[in-house]
């Protein structure tokens, strides 16, 4: 993905629509930890998971929502949506790769550095431009695949260390075609708007965007619940960053208010690392014999995870009401998932879903 | 045992109207095997197979055919077939039960024969509410709302 | 739900023992929770006692019971929930058919006949709560007035319109979806532009297949003609919070309990299993109000304590002090005997244990009132197979029903009734879908594709209506208590005596037949039987009928307006001990057609704020207390 800096509303479309990707990009890896528990096991670890994993959809849903207000055209169908897993993030972070496997430490370790604060906070101290100063024009060598680039030519290729450094350009260019275009910036019809009633957790937290305000106030939704952009571990009404959310189960405790990053003084959280179906990390097709039934559930998940990426699209596009049954197709999902998961492929390891989508 | 997960997977297609990977897909064919074996011994669960098996061969893939045999080898076999109707309860509800008393006295008392769920897990993955297009009571929910629609009722 | 992630304290005997506090509450259900919450926030001293175990409140805890639930062979109501010697509870299981004079003590309760009644309740943190199916219907304006319009049962000391706000109250906490829109029947009447909480539950494509060919159906009740509409469900289930609440401050709904921010809660995923437990907690249950007592930082929780003995001062009648047994197995004998005193107590451990616990302590009441007019809800269920698959045993146990006739005339002469549309299947009256795999196995000799066929034939097609029938206060059914029968730690069990009179019968009678003409309006296959040999059978003009419990106790400490004829006034203060309040649905002087626990989560809120004004502590009108805390 090679995004530049945010100069006019085909940049910023360009922005959101790599935002909607990024949102997604986290959901196979978590889901694949998630659903690799064993049922009844780990009930802790898999709440916590789920959690997080359920406002990733709401932060893509987010993601949607402003590009929508401002007059874009989300599509989870294009070619390319769904990353080859080892994945870079698509939002130009090329430190490390994300791997879709299962719950571990290892599994933990990356979803820490998918949720990490922006690079360098200090209590107190507002870090975005300092990180995004030193944001890499790096050299890095890619592995596996990249996420499909709509590569303008010219202009020097932005990367962020962090999602929140990534949605802080987005706000800044936000502001700046506002000031440019006023309250046309927001053409779009609010029709389109996926609105709170359609949230799955009591949590709430959706909210419609039409106008820079409300834009504002999503934007800064998906950065505190997902990496905190300050260093607090819990945000504004008291809930805890997905950081800080993972980080427990590394170091077995809960956090409480009041305690210091790195050192948790709440209940014991109680991980059993080995109560998992040992999936094949970063599993394909090409893993399952071909006319197998295991092939066959492999295909048949695949196509499912297509039509609800598909019913998400509809939704997006101006069926709102398609959200309820985009979201009873992750149920199904899981039933897919474990259906898979469950099954030994012989070498020690167990299979997983593929996420080798193809849209016809 | 394991020798004859392949057998009892086979069987319990027929008995049931599910496929294998929609069956291994459950997790439970080995704790159901174990569990059915555990109470009527080794020696009618090879037999049992191998009836089917025999049902199987001799139907060369005929559907009505294979029916028709499991019904003359198994279903109507005094030993087999109450073994055979409590695999199909274990596989749509995750429940042993009590297997007809005649069978017990004439082919063995178990302490593990009387009704159980044979785990908890196993309740969640009965296959009664999949063949409906309904969800078990208190899980695999089909999310908020969709209840309002028409049930999906699948083959597979 | 807790945002502090601090863990809450369970407090010891030894902490506890010989102790006062300003209130203390026995029982952490609804009622007492409630009480708690509105107390604690005031800033009183508030210990409640909870008879059943303590660790109960992560959601790793819940869990437990969740799985407890999947391992059950037996999915009663109560399956859920962990079992304890000392601190039993009735399982509708243990009902059996009486033979005259023989009463059955097989299981907690003691049942005298001549109905046997199939009701439980459960003793653990937040009470029956836990196991409800969530139904928050109000009752009518006329169930406050039986007397003055029917001539039958008795009036309130209170009237609709003196509960509104504690109504809403009590709608807020437990977390109300519904459209008001579809609750405009009978005289029920919510105030202008009020909304609930959350918006209805989305109908069942059931309930849509049955409105469609329903709807407009009339019914004539003497002389007054009603027509029938299928309509959503009040229930405390989380749902879409409605943007209108609150004037336009909207709802933000409360999730899972929880120590820790594991999960939040979540909306109703349709889970067909909110009895007996929601395995998401999108269903209400009484943890919720009690966590948010604790956090207060006033209220303190003893469990695994069991409230044995009112003691009473001969010249004031105030009660000085309570005795507790506290165990710390949950089934092995032993347990420590303690008191504590308070400025105030407050019984809230549901309409049969109170009634148990005054008659344990010597306590009938001057009007000898104590344990009598027990009520509950008479079901008769009635069932039938749609014409096509109609998405049987999804979504919430029931989000609609038919309401029209819940009051009119006729109530001069027979009782009350609703009926619900169940998304859950024949289950309550045949034991489905286990009796249909067996009947299709064992009789039918289906198995493979046959077999499943058989089964979309004969479960997707269920519909199940029940007739939730009103019951009268009557002195001669009731709750009592006799040496012969205690419990492991020797506290005495509840006696039941009860039976069902022509009023209600006669109801019965009609529900059969306009059931009839339901399934026949629908096209549906009627299935209904009644066994004579099962529990509950009774007859009537020479038809049989099998009537269920439905776990809603009241009456057995009725309120009035006297101490001659009533145990408490309406603010559920008992008349004979000025300092003793006893709380919950044994308060109400007639059930009507709602289900209890919102009406007495709403005489609750009144409670709170009688106890405070007692107290002398500001006690804010409950508009406030309840719809804004």
């Known amino acids: 993905m090679s995004l530049t800096k945010i100069t006019d509303k085909a940049g910023l479309h360009r922005h959101l629509e790599a935002a909607i990707q990024l949102e997604h990009a986290t959901i196979p890896p978590y889901l694949n930890a998630l659903y690799s528990i064993r049922p009844g096991a780990n009930t802790e670890a898999f709440h916590i998971l789920r959690a997080v994993a359920v406002e990733e959809m709401l932060h893509l849903t987010l993601a949607a929502n402003i590009l929508n207000a401002v007059g874009g055209t989300p599509d989870l169908t294009v070619p390319g949506f769904v990353p080859l897993y080892p994945a870079y993030l698509p939002d130009g972070e090329t430190d490390f790769q994300v791997d879709c496997q299962a719950f571990s430490r290892a599994a933990i370790e990356t979803f820490l550095k998918i949720e990490r604060p922006a690079e360098g906070a200090t209590p107190g101290v507002d870090t975005i431009h300092k990180g995004r100063k030193r944001a890499h024009h790096n050299g890095h060598k890619r592995h596996g695949t990249a996420v499909r680039a709509r590569h303008v030519p010219g202009h020097e290729e932005e990367h962020f260390y962090s999602i929140g450094e990534f949605y802080q350009a987005i706000e800044e260019g936000l502001e700046r075609l506002h000031a440019e275009m006023g309250d046309a910036l927001f053409s779009g019809d609010p029709a389109r708007q996926i609105g709170p009633e359609y949230y799955y957790s009591a949590g709430g937290g959706l909210m419609a965007v039409t106008d820079l305000a409300s834009a504002k106030a999503a934007i800064r939704l998906i950065s505190e619940q997902g990496e905190g952009v300050t260093d607090n571990i819990f945000d504004y009404e008291g809930e805890i960053a997905h950081y800080y959310r993972f980080e427990q189960l590394l170091l077995g405790r809960y956090y409480q208010k009041g305690d210091a990053r790195g050192r948790p003084t709440g209940r014991e959280v109680a991980v059993d690392w080995d109560a998992v179906f040992p999936i094949k990390a970063n599993a394909r097709l090409s893993d399952f014999p071909e006319g197998s039934a295991l092939r066959q559930g492999a295909e048949d998940f695949n196509r499912a995870y297509g039509d609800f990426l598909a019913l998400l699209t509809r939704a997006f596009q101006g069926e709102p009401a398609m959200f309820v049954e985009a979201v009873g197709g992750m149920f199904q999902l899981k039933e897919l998932y474990y259906q898979i998961m469950r099954q030994p492929l012989g070498d020690g390891t167990h299979a997983a879903p593929t996420y080798e989508i193809s849209h016809g | ?156 | ?629």
């Open chain 2, 1 to 156: 045992m394991a020798d004859m997960l392949d057998g009892f997977l086979a069987l319990s297609e027929a008995l049931t109207g599910f496929t294998g990977q929609r069956l291994r897909g459950t997790g439970q064919a080995e704790a159901y095997l174990a569990t059915a074996t555990g109470i009527v011994g080794e020696g009618v669960m090879r037999d049992l197979l191998l009836a089917a098996a025999e049902a199987r061969a001799s139907s060369g893939g005929d559907t009505e055919k294979h029916e028709a045999e499991l019904r003359r080898l198994v279903m109507s076999d005094d030993r087999l077939g109450p073994v055979a109707r409590n695999i199909i309860r274990m596989w749509y509800v995750g429940s042993w039960y009590q297997l007809p008393k005649p069978w017990r006295e004439a082919h063995g008392q178990s302490p593990r024969d009387h009704d159980h769920v044979v785990s908890p897990i196993s309740y969640t993955e009965g296959l009664l509410w999949p063949a409906i297009g309904a969800n078990p009571a208190g899980a695999k929910p089909a999310g908020y709302g969709m209840w309002a629609m028409p049930p999906r009722i699948a083959p597979g």
């Open chain 3, 1 to 629: 739900m807790t945002t502090s992630g601090k863990d809450p304290v369970l407090t010891s005997f030894e902490a506890v023992a010989g102790q006062e506090f300003d209130v203390v509450i026995v029982g952490s259900g609804v009622s007492g929770a409630v009480i708690a919450k509105q107390l604690g926030a005031r800033g009183c001293r508030v210990l409640v006692l909870e008879a059943g175990s303590g660790n109960d409140i992560t959601v790793a805890d819940y869990e437990e019971s969740v799985q407890r639930f999947y391992g059950a062979q037996g999915k009663d109501n109560n399956s859920a929930y962990a079992k304890s010697r000392n601190a039993p509870m009735p399982r509708d299981y243990e009902t059996r058919k009486l033979q005259p004079g023989q009463p059955n003590a097989d299981g907690y309760l003691v049942q005298m006949g001549p109905l046997e009644i199939d009701s439980t309740y459960t003793r653990v943190l937040g009470g029956t709560t836990r196991h409800w199916e969530g139904k928050a219907l109000r009752m009518l304006p006329d169930d406050f007035r039986m007397r003055s319009l029917f001539g039958q049962g008795r009036d309130w000391p209170l009237a609709y319109g003196d509960l509104d706000a504690h109504y809403r109250a009590a709608e807020r906490e437990l977390g109300v979806a519904g459209d008001v829109e579809d609750q405009q029947y009978g005289g029920l009447d919510f105030g202008p532009g009020y909304v609930l909480p959350m918006r209805k539950m989305p109908l069942s494509y059931l309930d849509r297949m049955i409105a469609r060919d329903l709807d407009g159906m009339e019914v004539t009740l003497s002389g007054e003609t009603f027509p029938l509409k299928v309509r959503s469900t009040p229930q405390a289930r989380n749902g879409v919070p409605n943007p209108a609440y609150d004037e336009g401050r909207g709802y933000k709904p409360v999730g899972a309990v929880s120590t820790h921010q594991e999960d939040k809660g979540e909306r109703c995923q349709g889970n067909t299993n909110c009895v007996p437990i929601c395995p998401v907690q999108a269903k209400y249950d009484a943890r919720r109000t009690l966590y948010a007592a604790l956090e207060t930082g006033n209220v303190q929780l003893l469990a695994w304590s069991v409230a044995s003995r009112l003691e009473v001062d001969g010249v004031t009648g105030q009660v000085s002090q309570l005795e507790f047994k506290t165990y710390d197995d949950p089934d092995a004998p032993g347990h420590r005997v303690g008191h504590v005193r308070a400025k105030v107590f407050v019984l809230a451990a549901n309409a049969v244990e109170n009634a148990r616990l005054m008659l344990a302590s010597d306590l009938p009441g001057s009007s000898n009132l104590v344990g009598r007019n027990l009520m509950d809800h008479m079901y008769l269920l009635t069932w039938a197979l749609m014409p096509r698959p109609a998405g049987a045993l999804r979504g919430p146990i029931c989000t609609a029903g038919i309401e029209d006739i819940r009051t009119g005339a006729y109530r001069r002469h027979h009782a009350a009734v609703r009926y619900s549309i169940h998304n859950d299947g024949w289950g309550w009256a045949t034991g489905s879908p286990y009796s249909d795999l067996e009947h299709l196995v064992e009789h039918e000799n289906r198995f493979g594709a046959p077999l499943r066929q058989g089964l979309i034939d004969r479960v997707s097609r269920q519909f199940l209506m029940d007739c939730m029938i009103e019951v009268l206060p009557d002195e001669s059914n009731r709750v009592s208590v006799d040496p012969r029968w205690v419990d492991q730690m020797g506290n005495p069990r509840p006696v039941i005596s009860f039976g069902a009179t022509p009023y209600t019968l006669e109801t019965a009678a009609f529900s059969r037949r306009l059931s009839r003409r339901i399934f026949q309006r629908l096209g549906a296959e009627d299935h209904t039987h009644y066994d004579p040999l099962a529990p509950g059978y009774v007859s009537h003009d020479g038809e049989g009928y099998v009537l269920r419990g439905g776990n809603h106790w009241a009456g057995t400490h009725i309120m009035g307006t006297s101490a001659r004829d009533s145990v408490v006034d309406s603010t559920q203060r008992s008349w004979d001990h000025p300092n003793l309040y006893l709380a919950g649905a044994g308060s109400m002087a007639s059930i009507g057609t709602a289900n209890t626990t919102l009406t007495l989560a709403a005489l609750c809120f009144r409670t709170a704020d009688a106890i405070l004004a007692g107290l002398g502590t500001h006690a804010p009108a409950s508009t406030t207390t309840g719809a804004r805390a």
